[in-house]
């Protein structure tokens, strides 16, 4: 991400200062040779301006070669020389990166650290490094400890109605490391379908790999079959049990037609993506695409980031039999990315029930919490609510609301606010009328004591503007 203070530009034209500063980024050696630059889209919603203002920008440093340009891939920082004056030495000594510091951070969809079972978590960890020794120590197998695999089978098999293989399964250290193990072995040419809103992060793995990719519609039932049928997308990034951000849950007239679509071709796949799954409140969690599956197509995937520590770097996917013989093939020389050490400790965490009540416990903090949040917006007398959506799962709400701001001043107002927050409209690849003027207040790790307050900022946004 590229953030410049663009109020700082004392009159100037914003396009002529976004100029500047990435010029000077460029000469100092900050932007190096070959560095790929955000899109356009990118770095006009990280600093709040119009796409046009940072075409104008790029288009500028193109003309004077400070940047390359390469078809469908995007904008690079050209191999120019860095400026005589510009010191490292000075640089030594510079505070590199400042995180943002915020009264309420509404965008953070982090889990709450002290609400870990620490006590819990201590115990494995002693009784694992009592039982084992030089386990420890060796390389792990490519696929995850065996114990890991199988622990992890069974609480499928209890939470989520799935009968699985763990020599099915591979643990990894992000989902994302995953995703990338993942794509090397499928069709090479694939195009690949993204929700549309949804999740940021999957449209830059893809452009990350320089893979062909379309945005998806959504409507009330799930993905849009006619969008999907458009695309030409062989294979489908999908989150059927809780979208994020919408809080979708797709309907089972849906999920079997999304079957038969992955069917219709031999080389077409579903990825889905079952993040925040154990955070439903009222009713039980809905039986995954994996559970339905008869023709092994999908591709589960799911991580431990959210329902206990993201420190703890352990994810993992499912793939079905054909696909798992080709990982076996090509991927086994890679080392496992995940500690030895937490993998075993998980395995007997799981295994002694202690991650099914912790996550009981979770879920009533999040339902308790979610509801607070949702009952002070509703008896604010300054936020122009409209309706508020969700609530039913996950970590977050959103708040529709009636005002002829933009979304770029929305945002701008919560910062004068000290309020960082997140419109639905920036999930979007396309912009629509609809997923204007809505609010996605993500509260998992957010105080209790400290609601009523951010509510409060929330509503002068709409006062003062």
Known sequence: MLYYHLEARNGKPLYQYLYECLKKDILSGRLTAHTRLPSKRELARDNHISVKTVMNAYEQLLVEGYLTSKEK???????????????????????????????????????????FPFSMWKKVMREVLS???????????????????AAIADYLCRSRGMQVSPECMVIGASIEYLYGRLIKILPRHAVYGVENPGYKKIPRIYEEYSLQWAYIEMDSQGISMESLRKSGADILHVSPEHHYPLGTVMSAARRQELLQWAEEEPDRYLIEDDYDCEFRYHTRSIAP???????????YMN????????????????????LMTRFVSESNFYSNSSSSCEQYALAK?????????????????????????????????????VHISDGRSGTHLLVKVDTPLTDTEIKWGARQQNIHIACLSEFCGEIKEEYQHILVLNY??????????????LGNIFVEW
Do not use: C
């Not at 998992?444 to 900022?457: H, L, S, W």
């Open 444 to 457: 998992a790790d957010m105080e209790e004591k400290d609601i009523r307050e951010a509510v409060r900022r």
């Open 131 to 149: 039982e084992y020794d030089i386990e420890l120590v060796q390389r792990a197998h490519f696929l995850g400890i065996k114990e890991l695999r």
């Open 73 to 115: 891939k995007g904008y690079f920082v050209a191999a120019v020389e860095s400026m005589p004056d510009y010191r490292p030495e000075l640089v030594q000594h510079a505070q590199i990166y400042m995180e943002d510091r915020w009264f309420v951070d509404f965008t953070a969809n982090q889990v709450v650290y002290d609400k």
């Open 349 to 385: 965490f799981i295994r002694k029930g202690y991650f099914e009540r912790h996550l009981s416990r979770m879920r009533k903090y999040y339902q308790k919490k979610g509801e607070l949040l949702m009952r002070v917006l509703k008896q604010s007398s300054l936020l122009p609510l």
């Open 303 to 322: 991580t431990f980031s959210k329902t206990l520590a993201p420190s703890i770097r352990i994810s993992y996917m499912i793939l079905p039999e054909k």
């Open 289 to 299: 695409l994996q559970s339905m599956d008869r023709n092994h197509r999908i591709i």
